[in-house]
């Protein structure tokens, strides 16, 4: 249920306030109680950007956060569909399962410049370079809240946050008993069950399990006859998913956890070369996290593994890709106006394709400083330098281009992020930044190898691409505006980008003796983006809730040509808006999205790969929900209710579905 927030301290009292919350235990990270902090601060609270509890409006970084109970009256049954109904953010649909998400342009299909993470933890695949949402195993139902952060964010958050960053931060065992159970049936045989459990475990421990199962039809029209026949594209999409973490303390002044997860999800994701080909994944991750209350501050590490095997239609090709990380940072309090967080990474990334196997080593230093040298104002400077090392093997087939001696390579790269908030009263914050974002190319187009002789032709991975960089300015503006009980936020940004990937689609014309014709990625050029963000939320009496995003991205580009499109991949414009209501027992959401023209490449049958362009669209969902008891909701919800099918993208029609869902907790 929603509540009016109220006025709440500001500048010391507001950090002496949070002092006292946690001093009851040592501020250790795994020991955040958001809830408390959320109810304090008076609206949600992000440690993320600097390791200290800070109001979203006051993180250095532009940063949204979606709650748990606007993902709860949300809706939906995708992170996704939740992103495009509370931001402005660049959310295209191609079927039943399978989304793109980008940040102020070029969203193109599986783009590569978002990183996403759960509780710190990377779920961005570095072998295709992108995030794939329908495999990521968490329920909607165990998320406390979802941050997002607009803009290049590499020094702060990690490799490869060129475009920004979703980190998807789950509910805290060690302070939540949490047991809920969601049934979901709908047209278009859709059926669902999830449930989670979360609860403490004697002193400072705790336990968290979750589980789904999930199939449903895929959209029925639009598929060409090779991809519904030969690539296995109509079939309908399933997913099972299970994940568990135990939190525990290691002494009084320490604690550690450790999470697994598994998942398989079968879908025909839409490539970025414009086809649809039925994918069978499977992913397992395991992670060990230790962190520890010392005098020389507070020490964190972590070491986890993500693992990816990837079965293709109509082929024979398996992939097999995994990632190691581990990290080790120290977050150090000097006085009261200096937070120091210095960091250590190294990460071992690898793709075997059967004959070839391609991968690299990063080794990475980075120190975050934040300063409040005044009440009112503070700065954060991070600075972070990836070194890359590059290694493959079984690439000595004359009828390629390329040879495993051309995979010894070595290069360095240095992000850096530059952030200033002033809170110029108890209503206005200003907030000004600058970044350097640097994204590696994907393995697939550093090391992809396959051959299509009845086709006559063949693709190769470039081992001599070279990072994306990408240089991002933004001046924010935010108001609470206590007439409308919400805030008001203007964010003005302009962004240079060099080095995109133009993807294996781009075709390459090499020597005579290179077997057939051959497609191999190449750097585009140059490009930038200029725009603005507006967004206003608020409340009506006790009872209404409302809010309206509204984005404009301007794209300009100097690129060769290629099947990929990133310049016009997003559309210009886009609003979402936002309208709930509560009354008793019974609550209803309303939201609707608008998105100007987009345009994108899409392979036809007997035609090849074409040009095609979405044309400006409404789309609008909604939810009506009976809280039968205080445990127990009754709710009907709906998608794309303006049509029985609409185009919102250049790929499939989006089909007008209804879901009846029922919600426990205990």
Same mark, same amino acid.
């Not at 295709?128 to 997002?148: H, K, M, T």
């Not at 009084?252 to 879908?267: E, F, M, P």
């Not at 010392?294 to 095997?309: A, P």
């Not at 080593?361 to 009440?375: E, T």
């Given at each position: 249920?929603?509540?009016?927030?109220?006025?709440?301290? !500001?500048?010391?009292?507001?950090?002496?306030?949070?002092?006292?919350?946690?001093?009851?235990?040592?501020?250790?990270?795994?020991?955040?109680?958001?809830?408390?902090?959320? #109810?304090?601060?008076?609206?949600?609270?992000?440690?993320?950007?600097?390791?200290?509890?800070?109001?979203?409006?006051?993180?250095?970084?532009?940063?949204?956060?979606?709650?748990?109970?606007?993902?709860? !009256?949300?809706?939906?049954?995708?992170?996704?569909?939740?992103?495009?109904?509370?931001?402005?953010?660049?959310?295209?649909?191609?079927?039943?399962?399978?989304?793109?998400?980008?940040?102020?342009?070029?969203?193109?299909?599986?783009?590569?410049?978002?990183?996403?993470?759960?509780?710190?933890?990377?779920?961005?695949?570095?072998?295709?370079?992108?995030?794939?949402?329908?495999?990521?195993?968490?329920?909607?139902?165990?998320?406390?809240?979802? #941050?997002?952060?607009?803009?290049?964010?590499?020094?702060?958050?990690?490799?490869?946050?060129?475009?920004?960053?979703?980190?998807?931060?789950?509910?805290?065992?060690?302070? #939540?008993?949490?047991?809920?159970?969601?049934?979901?049936?709908?047209?278009? !045989?859709?059926?669902?069950?999830?449930?989670?459990?979360?609860?403490?475990?004697?002193?400072?421990?705790?336990?968290?399990?979750?589980?789904?199962?999930?199939? #449903?039809?895929?959209?029925?029209?639009?598929?060409?006859?090779?991809?519904?026949?030969?690539?296995?594209?109509?079939?309908?999409?399933?997913?099972?998913?299970?994940?568990?973490?135990?939190?525990?303390?290691?002494?009084?002044?320490?604690?550690?956890?450790?999470?697994?997860?598994?998942?398989?999800?079968?879908?025909?994701?839409?490539?970025?070369?414009?086809?649809?080909?039925?994918?069978?994944?499977?992913?397992?991750?395991?992670?060990?996290?230790?962190?520890?209350?010392?005098?020389?501050?507070?020490?964190?590490?972590?070491?986890?593994?993500?693992?990816?095997?990837?079965?293709?239609?109509?082929?024979?090709?398996?992939?097999?890709?995994?990632?190691?990380?581990?990290?080790?940072?120290?977050?150090?309090?000097?006085?009261?106006?200096?937070?120091?967080?210095?960091?250590?990474?190294?990460?071992?990334?690898?793709?075997?394709?059967?004959?070839?196997?391609?991968?690299?080593?990063?080794?990475?230093?980075?120190?975050?400083?934040?300063?409040?040298?005044?009440?009112?104002?503070?700065?954060?400077?991070?600075?972070?330098?990836?070194?890359?090392?590059?290694?493959?093997?079984?690439?000595?087939?004359?009828?390629?281009?390329?040879?495993?001696?051309?995979?010894?390579?070595?290069?360095?790269?240095?992000?850096?992020?530059?952030?200033?908030?002033?809170?110029?009263?108890?209503?206005?914050?200003?907030?000004?930044?600058?970044?350097?974002?640097?994204?590696?190319?994907?393995?697939?187009?550093?090391?992809?190898?396959?051959?299509?002789?009845?086709?006559?032709?063949?693709?190769?991975?470039?081992?001599?691409?070279?990072?994306?960089?990408?240089?991002?300015?933004?001046?924010?503006?935010?108001?609470?505006?206590?007439?409308?009980?919400?805030?008001?936020?203007?964010?003005?940004?302009?962004?240079?980008?060099?080095?995109?990937?133009?993807?294996?689609?781009?075709?390459?014309?090499?020597?005579?003796?290179?077997?057939?014709?051959?497609?191999?990625?190449?750097?585009?050029?140059?490009?930038?983006?200029?725009?603005?963000?507006?967004?206003?939320?608020?409340?009506?009496?006790?009872?209404?809730?409302?809010?309206?995003?509204?984005?404009?991205?301007?794209?300009?580009?100097?690129?060769?040509?290629?099947?990929?499109?990133?310049?016009?991949?997003?559309?210009?414009?886009?609003?979402?808006?936002?309208?709930?209501?509560?009354?008793?027992?019974?609550?209803?959401?309303?939201?609707?999205?608008?998105?100007?023209?987009?345009?994108?490449?899409?392979?036809?049958?007997?035609?090849?790969?074409?040009?095609?362009?979405?044309?400006?669209?409404?789309?609008?969902?909604?939810?009506?929900?009976?809280?039968?008891?205080?445990?127990?909701?009754?709710?009907?919800?709906?998608?794309?209710?303006?049509?029985?099918?609409?185009?919102?993208?250049?790929?499939?029609?989006?089909?007008? !579905?209804?879901?009846?869902?029922?919600?426990?907790?205990?």
């Amino acid at each position: 249920m929603t509540r009016r927030q109220r006025s709440v301290p !500001r500048g010391p009292a507001l950090l002496l306030a949070a002092m006292a919350l946690l001093a009851a235990s040592p501020a250790l990270a795994l020991d955040i109680d958001h809830t408390a902090l959320e #109810e304090l601060f008076g609206e949600p609270v992000t440690t993320s950007a600097t390791g200290k509890p800070q109001r979203a409006s006051d993180a250095p970084v532009g940063m949204d956060i979606i709650t748990a109970e606007q993902i709860r !009256r949300s809706g939906a049954r995708d992170i996704p569909a939740v992103l495009a109904r509370y931001t402005s953010l660049d959310v295209h649909q191609y079927n039943a399962s399978d989304y793109s998400v980008g940040i102020r342009g070029y969203a193109t299909p599986m783009t590569p410049r978002l990183l996403v993470l759960v509780d710190g933890r990377q779920v961005y695949l570095d072998h295709y370079g992108y995030a794939a949402w329908d495999a990521i195993p968490v329920q909607l139902s165990e998320i406390r809240q979802i #941050e997002v952060v607009k803009g290049p964010n590499s020094a702060l958050f990690g490799f490869n946050a060129v475009a920004g960053v979703v980190n998807i931060i789950t509910r805290n065992p060690v302070h #939540e008993r949490h047991s809920s159970a969601v049934l979901r049936l709908g047209t278009g !045989r859709y059926r669902e069950a999830s449930g989670v459990a979360s609860a403490p475990m004697g002193e400072g421990g705790g336990i968290r399990l979750s589980a789904g199962l999930r199939g #449903e039809r895929n959209w029925g029209r639009g598929y060409t006859d090779f991809e519904y026949g030969a690539l296995d594209a109509g079939r309908d999409p399933t997913r099972a998913q299970v994940a568990g973490e135990v939190r525990f303390p290691l002494g009084s002044q320490a604690r550690g956890s450790i999470d697994a997860s598994y998942g398989r999800t079968i879908s025909a994701p839409f490539a970025d070369y414009g086809q649809f080909w039925r994918e069978d994944k499977r992913i397992w991750s395991l992670r060990g996290r230790v962190e520890a209350d010392t005098t020389i501050g507070l020490v964190e590490g972590q070491l986890y593994r993500n693992s990816f095997r990837g079965l293709y239609a109509a082929t024979p090709f398996v992939t097999d890709h995994s990632v190691t990380v581990a990290e080790l940072s120290d977050t150090v309090k000097l006085g009261a106006a200096h937070t120091l967080r210095p960091s250590l990474q190294y990460r071992h990334a690898v793709m075997d394709i059967g004959a070839s196997e391609v991968g690299y080593g990063v080794a990475s230093v980075g120190v975050m400083w934040n300063w409040a040298f005044d009440p009112q104002a503070e700065t954060t400077v991070a600075l972070r330098y990836d070194h890359l090392w590059l290694r493959g093997k079984g690439y000595d087939n004359p009828d390629f281009p390329y040879r495993s001696a051309d995979y010894d390579r070595e290069f360095g790269t240095l992000a850096w992020n530059l952030g200033l908030v002033w809170r110029v009263s108890d209503q206005d914050t200003i907030r000004l930044s600058a970044a350097r974002g640097v994204g590696v190319p994907t393995l697939y187009d550093l090391g992809w190898r396959d051959s299509y002789p009845d086709f006559g032709y063949q693709d190769t991975g470039n081992p001599f691409l070279k990072p994306t960089v990408v240089d991002d300015y933004q001046l924010e503006y935010g108001r609470r505006i206590e007439v409308i009980d919400g805030r008001f936020v203007a964010t003005v940004f302009h962004q240079r980008n060099s080095g995109f990937s133009s993807g294996l689609s781009a075709a390459t014309h090499f020597p005579p003796d290179v077997a057939y014709e051959t497609y191999s990625p190449y750097n585009l050029g140059r490009s930038s983006a200029t725009g603005f963000d507006l967004s206003v939320k608020g409340r009506l009496a006790e009872a209404v809730n409302w809010g309206v995003e509204y984005r404009l991205a301007s794209v300009s580009s100097e690129f060769r040509p290629s099947l990929l499109d990133p310049k016009r991949a997003s559309p210009r414009h886009l609003v979402s808006a936002r309208l709930g209501w509560s009354g008793g027992p019974v609550e209803l959401d309303l939201f609707g999205r608008y998105a100007s023209q987009a345009q994108g490449f899409r392979t036809v049958d007997e035609v090849g790969t074409v040009l095609v362009r979405s044309k400006d669209h409404v789309s609008v969902a909604a939810r009506l929900a009976y809280h039968v008891t205080d445990r127990m909701t009754l709710a009907l919800e709906g998608e794309n209710l303006l049509h029985q099918r609409q185009e919102q993208s250049f790929a499939l029609k989006a089909e007008r !579905r209804f879901y009846l869902s029922l919600r426990s907790e205990f």
